[in-house]
């Protein structure tokens, strides 16, 4: 497994059409195993010093399943929210 401490370096902001981009090694892809498709929410600190990429999971499918089924297992709890 890769050490998270070697994979540290500096980077240079590159020009990529009207917008800028971090170059992001094969070494980075292949521990976050993410690729082209993978999202990241980008965070900037308030004194504009760090950036945060984190890796946007993706969704478990059955979600909605769950949902309902919360819903209905609470079913007078929530009959009561919808007439405040």
């Known amino acids: 497994m890769i050490n998270p401490e070697d994979l540290k370096q500096v980077v240079t902001m590159i020009k990529d059409g009207d917008s800028y981009a971090f170059p992001i090694s094969k070494k980075d892809s292949e521990f976050l195993n993410a690729?082209?498709?993978?999202?990241?929410?980008?965070?900037?600190?308030?004194?504009?010093?760090?950036?945060?990429?984190?890796?946007?999971?993706?969704?478990?499918?059955?979600?909605?399943?769950?949902?309902?089924k919360l819903y209905d297992d609470h079913a007078d709890l929530m009959k009561r929210l919808e007439n405040l």
């Open 35 to 68: 690729d082209d498709k993978t999202r990241f929410e980008k965070t900037i600190s308030p004194d504009g010093k760090e950036i945060t990429f984190k890796k946007i999971e993706k969704v478990r499918p059955n979600v909605l399943e769950t949902a309902n």
